[in-house]
């Protein structure tokens, strides 16, 4: 019974220790910190993939011209621009100004291959 009394204080202790303000602000500021740190490596994880895929279409682009180049880098700075084009361009076979024919199916076939954009989540946007 008086171990029971110990144990029920010390919760009531604890309890009333952190509900004050400097213990949550100190818990705040770690979870703002962890947030942070997982932002960060979701972001590397992304722009890694968008590398990757960079790679994978440099043999392909080399013979494009410099605006056709600098469309596509700029398509694969982000993953949702990448989705974008991906819907409009390669589900949705809409006209690209920028890249066409068999550029675009090259293109297409690199992102779908590269697994960076989910292309069943894609079709269902």
Known sequence: MFRFLIVLVEIA????LLR???VQYLLEDIQQDVTEI???ISLKFEQTQLNDLRLT???HISG????QKDYVMQITSSK???KQFYVTYCEKKDINPYV???NLSLVCH?????HTVDVNEANNS
Do not use: W
């Open 13 to 16: 202790v604890l309890v009333m």
């Open 20 to 22: 004050t303000s400097f």
């Open 38 to 40: 997982l932002t960060e």
């Open 57 to 59: 279409l440099q043999p």
């Open 64 to 67: 494009m011209r410099d605006f």
């Open 80 to 82: 949702a621009e990448l």
């Open 100 to 102: 066409n024919g068999a």
């Open 110 to 114: 690199a992102i779908i291959n590269s």
